[in-house]
């Protein structure tokens, strides 16, 4: 199957600093990227959408100004967590998709554990 | 509004059982069902994904299936062995992949 990674695995840092987490789809153009976080015992939630060259699609409740998307190239997106709280650590995963969204398997990265202080 | 819902949440079984892990979906118009394994603090593996036209798909020890139109997808482990102890994910698609809670499963020695 296709492989998405995703940089760093972990980050820990203070709070009011910002961190970007990068992800890449490594052996196939990602149309799609879409951006999730899981909170202990919990399910994954969907943060945003974005495809390459467009603004993300963010979902209800997540703040756009808070969770900066870029998605530059079919092969990268990255999510830049600004002024981070204690109340954003969570485990973020990403995922990328080729092609149409109905049909085609998505991909997920293994995922970023931040930790904000 | 989209649902799944799993169940049980958590399962523990000895090893060599067979075993049934319950999926139900609120919309039948999904495009495609994806069962996922997820070990703690860690991504999501693939294990299966059966297409909306699909009725199962069987991988190694693995089968899925998949009913439309009661809104439910079951996947099946044969012979559970310890290594298979992980948190089982099923998502359904629709404009975008809805995830169920999981179930939580536990092979012991």
């Known amino acids: 199957g296709a492989v998405v990674s995703q940089h760093p695995s972990w980050v820990i840092c203070k709070s009011g600093t910002s961190v970007k987490i990068e992800c890449r789809s490594l052996?196939?153009?990602?149309?799609?990227m879409f951006w999730y976080r899981q909170f202990p015992k919990q399910s994954l939630m969907l943060m945003a959408t974005?495809?390459?060259?467009?603004?993300?699609?963010?979902e209800q409740g997540v703040e756009k100004d808070k969770f900066l998307i870029n998605h530059a190239s079919l092969t990268l997106s990255t999510l830049t967590v600004t002024s981070a709280h204690p109340e954003d650590s969570s485990f973020y995963i990403c995922?990328?998709?080729?092609?149409?969204?109905?049909?085609?398997?998505?991909?997920f990265g293994p995922g970023t554990r931040l930790t904000v202080l | 509004k989209q649902e799944v819902t799993q169940i049980p949440a958590a399962l523990s079984v000895p090893e060599g059982e067979n075993l049934v892990l319950n999926c139900s979906f609120t919309?039948?118009?999904?495009?495609?069902l994806q069962w996922f394994r997820q070990d703690p603090g860690k991504g999501l593996t693939s294990l299966l994904l059966?297409?909306?036209?699909?009725r199962e798909q069987t991988s190694g020890r693995l089968n899925a299936s998949l009913d439309k139109s009661s809104g439910r997808s079951t996947l099946y482990i044969a012979a559970s062995q310890p290594g298979d102890s992980a948190t089982y994910l099923c998502a359904a698609r629709y404009s975008t992949l809805t995830f169920g809670k999981g179930t939580m499963l536990l092979v012991s020695p």
């Open positions: 052996d196939f153009q990602a149309t799609t």
């Open positions: 995922s990328a998709i080729t092609g149409s969204v109905g049909n085609n398997e998505q991909f």
């Open positions: 059966i297409q909306s036209s699909q």
């Open positions: 974005s495809n390459e060259g467009s603004k993300a699609t963010y």
């Open positions: 919309d039948s118009a999904i495009y495609n």
